[in-house]
């Protein structure tokens, strides 16, 4: 725990690097207060089937980061921004060619409700 689930759009071209942005992810979230970096599993889903509302870029970039309940405003902030600014970066050549949106989700795991094995 935490997991960090990336999902893009199947035309933007840094796909290509998805394994690299995965690490950058982790390594950023890694540097958190009470993250531990063994426990971070980040992943990737790539969508083939869209649909964007008119007037936006026609593509995205979704960042769903599950943690584990307790952390205060200003740590889910800190770290929003944190993952955010990864993409940015990442997915520099699609936002500058105005075709993709980034967005990052923080969603808490009631800490009761989490299983793992070891």
């Given amino acids: 725990m935490p997991h960090l689930h990336l999902e893009t759009t199947a035309d933007l071209p ?3 690097d998805i394994p690299d942005i995965l690490e950058a992810l982790g390594q950023d979230l890694a540097t958190r207060a009470g993250i531990d970096p063994a426990k971070i599993r ?8 869209w649909y964007m509302g008119s007037g ?3 593509a ?3 960042l769903t980061v599950f943690v584990l309940s ?3 405003e200003a740590w889910k902030q800190a770290a929003g921004h944190g993952l ?11 936002i500058d060619a ?3 949106s980034l967005t990052v989700d923080i969603r808490e795991m ?6 793992r094995f070891p």
């Fill in 110 to 115: 009631d800490k009761d409700a989490y299983f």
């Fill in 60 to 62: 995205f970039v979704h």
């Fill in 70 to 72: 307790g952390r205060d």
């Fill in 14 to 16: 840094e796909n290509a």
């Fill in 98 to 100: 105005n075709e993709a």
């Fill in 84 to 94: 955010l600014e990864v993409l940015r970066r990442h997915f520099s050549m699609s």
């Fill in 56 to 58: 936006g870029p026609p």
């Fill in 42 to 49: 980040a992943y990737h889903t790539l969508r083939s089937v």
